[in-house]
């Protein structure tokens, strides 16, 4: 697992996300010429940060709706919290209920911001419970993308949130880092529907699944 790092930037600024993940240039070439879906899931890991820090300081900055921005920070400090546990122990499966957590709290956050305005929205949002995927098909059918499927196929590799605190978790300490990416994925694309922020462009589409 390496650490991601977003500068504070003003003004026009040219951002590479390789050149924000903490790894040797001569590694990245490694994991580039070696490991290409590797390679691929880091640079995308790091746009979706990317996008995710800059949406929600948008969304701050206007402060428009305290439920959404409580909901957006709260998933920011799931996020850290999950990096936080895995760095220093990747076997750690505590990291599941972080990883869920920030994923649910921008999926809500998202639903809370796009429907202030709607009559009985709170009790929608309260019907998702838990279920991210009840969660990301009730924010497309309000503002659909093109990364609908992929958004749906993603919440649905999750592990049930109720549950996994009393069961015995097995997964591997890849498995643990691939929730941990699909958990800032969601975060990010959460987010990305209110601010239409997306670093890559069209290149979104060529993104491996996670």
């Known amino acids: ?82 990096s936080r546990i895995l760095i220093h122990n990747p076997n750690n499966t505590s990291s599941i209920q972080s990883a869920y957590l920030a994923a649910e709290l921008s999926l809500k956050g998202a639903l809370f911001y796009f429907n202030q305005k709607k009559e009985n929205f709170k009790k929608k949002i309260r019907n998702c419970g838990h279920n991210l995927v009840d969660a990301a098909n009730y924010l497309i059918s309000i503002k659909p993308t093109k990364y609908d499927e992929l958004l749906i196929e993603t919440c649905e590799k999750f592990p049930n949130y109720v549950q996994s605190p009393y069961s015995s978790n097995d997964l591997s300490c890849i498995e643990l880092m691939n929730l941990a990416m699909r958990s800032i994925f969601v975060a990010a694309e959460s987010v990305r529907r209110i601010t239409d922020r997306y670093i890559v462009g069209d290149e979104y589409l060529l993104r491996p699944k996670l």
């Open 1 to 82: 697992m390496y650490l991601v790092n977003i500068n504070l930037v003003y003004g026009i600024y040219a951002i590479d996300p390789l050149k924000s993940i903490d790894i040797s240039e001569k590694e990245l070439n490694y994991v580039y010429h070696h490991h290409l879906e590797q390679f691929n899931k880091a640079f995308f890991g790091a746009c979706d940060l990317w996008d995710f820090a800059y949406s929600i300081q948008e969304i701050l900055t206007i402060g428009t709706n305290k439920e959404a921005e409580a909901c957006f920070q709260n998933a920011h400090e799931q996020l850290s919290a999950t």
